[in-house]
């Protein structure tokens, strides 16, 4: 048997790793192209299934039953294949009739696996928050569960309402995607604290449960420390929560007050930002951004403090228990529906 061994292959040429990794980078990329057309075709193709089904059962009156035999046959037929279930193609008779038209598939929609497609059709029933889904699922790489937990706590209706002075402290476009880059309110149900919990649990517990914490928060926060010291005059000061934002390319100081919002706390606030431009921060990254979390606000009070402020900040509220919003429920949430309504039908 000859020896294979990379100890017992020549020596590599000059230049050869970098080859061997541009080949590796190349093939990595020509797999993703093959999987993304793939998948394409199988969403195009369930659209297809689910058009014809919608078209015979309204032209020739099929039922309900013509589903169960359609299953039976296409399984029988393709062996090995499989999303022919019953149950799989009630959703795409409600997929083709949730998208209507053809070229949806060409849109963010058809470039989602057929999982990411089910979750947005059982759990939004508007078109265009499906669609910013959708896109905000490629552009950020969510998987389904992901998916699943971003609309369930309005991650998209959320962003971008904190109250800042962004527009008027920081240039364009970084005052853009700072402000899209806050949301309001901030959702923390995953610590299992009721309104009675102090400003320390809190902070605690974001820790404790710091990955939770960073999906919330969303894309680009990296976890630097908290209760970070820094020393000012020969006097011991500690911020609550220290991030890294990677796109603003700054630091970001999260203060939490456990009550209702005060213009005061911003004086402190804008003290850590100081502190935090002067000693840690380098030339290399945009000036520190503050973001005050209260249990409530007023926005008017809220708009009024930040006005004269000249470092750039956000205010925002933090829900530690919230029900799931009944908008979020879909018209169609369940096989059951579907079924109700093909049995309309017979």
């Given amino acids: ?106 849109q963010p929609v058809g470039q989602l696996p057929w999982g990411h497609n089910l979750v947005l059709l059982t759990r939004l029933k508007d078109p265009r928050q499906r669609l910013a889904y959708a896109e905000a699922a ?45 949301k309001d309110p901030y959702r923390f149900d995953f610590l299992g604290m009721g309104d009675e919990a102090g400003e320390r649990e809190i902070e605690h517990a974001l820790v404790k449960h710091v990955t939770e ?41 999260i203060e939490l007050k456990a009550g209702k919002f005060k213009p005061e706390h911003l004086g402190q606030l804008g003290f850590y930002l100081t502190a935090v431009d002067r000693q840690v921060k380098s030339e290399q990254d945009n000036p520190t951004i503050g973001l005050l979390l209260c249990k409530s606000k007023n926005k008017v009070v809220a708009e009024y403090a930040l006005g004269d402020k000249s470092q750039p900040m956000g205010i925002a509220e933090y829900k530690l228990i919230e029900s799931l919003p009944a908008e979020l429920q879909t018209s169609l949430p369940s096989i059951e529906q579907i079924e109700r309504e093909l049995g309309d039908l017979s």
């Fill in 1 to 106: 048997m000859t020896n294979t061994h990379p100890a017992s292959l020549t020596p590599a040429p000059t230049g050869y790793a970098d080859w061997l990794a541009d080949l590796k980078t190349r093939i990595h990329t020509a797999q993703q192209r093959a999987a993304l057309a793939v998948n394409r075709e199988l969403v195009s193709l369930y659209w297809q299934i689910g058009r014809d089904i919608l078209s015979r059962q309204a032209e020739q009156g099929w039922g309900a039953k013509v589903i169960k035999r359609l299953a039976h046959d296409l399984r029988t037929a393709f062996p090995e294949m499989k999303g022919f279930s019953r149950a799989n193609l009630m959703y795409m008779r409600a997929f083709a009739d949730a998208w209507p038209d053809a070229e949806i598939v060409q």
């Fill in 138 to 182: 490629i552009t950020h790489g969510w998987s389904r569960n992901v998916l699943n937990i971003h609309i369930e706590t309005r991650l998209l209706e959320r962003a971008g309402q904190a109250v800042t002075n962004f527009e008027a402290r920081l240039p364009k476009p970084q005052s853009d995607l700072a402000r899209e880059s806050l």
């Fill in 213 to 253: 914490f960073l999906l919330e928060l969303g894309a680009g926060f990296a976890f630097v420390g908290r209760q970070v010291l820094l020393e000012v005059g020969g006097d011991d000061f500690f911020i609550d929560l220290l991030f890294y934002h990677l796109k603003l390319r700054c630091y970001v100081v």
